[in-house]
């Protein structure tokens, strides 16, 4: 699986997906305005990549800010993977 890669910017986070070493990392400030339009290849990602995970996966989150719509979305991203690690599926 090829790995996903966002560049930070002023307003959206830094997103590195190394599925190789399963690695997900969410870093900076996530005040976007539509925040469902930027996370969404970012679930779509990492439910692809749930379908054969690596045997650890680290997910690190560091920001120095994010707005209600992205906390909920990247609480979401965590049910998503409590769901697959206590169930090994994600659907």
Do not use: H, W
Not at 37 to 56: A, G, M, S, T
């Amino acid at each position: 699986m090829e790995n996903y890669f966002i560049a930070k910017k002023q307003i959206t986070p830094e997103v590195n997906m190394d599925f190789t070493k399963g690695i997900i990392s969410i870093k900076g400030r996530a005040i976007l305005e539509d925040s469902v339009d930027f996370f969404e290849p970012i679930f779509l990602k990492f439910k692809e990549y749930l379908v054969n995970p690596n045997c650890l996966t680290t997910i690190e989150l560091k920001f120095d800010y994010f707005n209600s719509t992205s906390f909920k979305l990247l609480v979401d991203l965590l049910f998503l993977a409590k769901k697959a690690s206590s169930s090994n599926q994600y659907t």
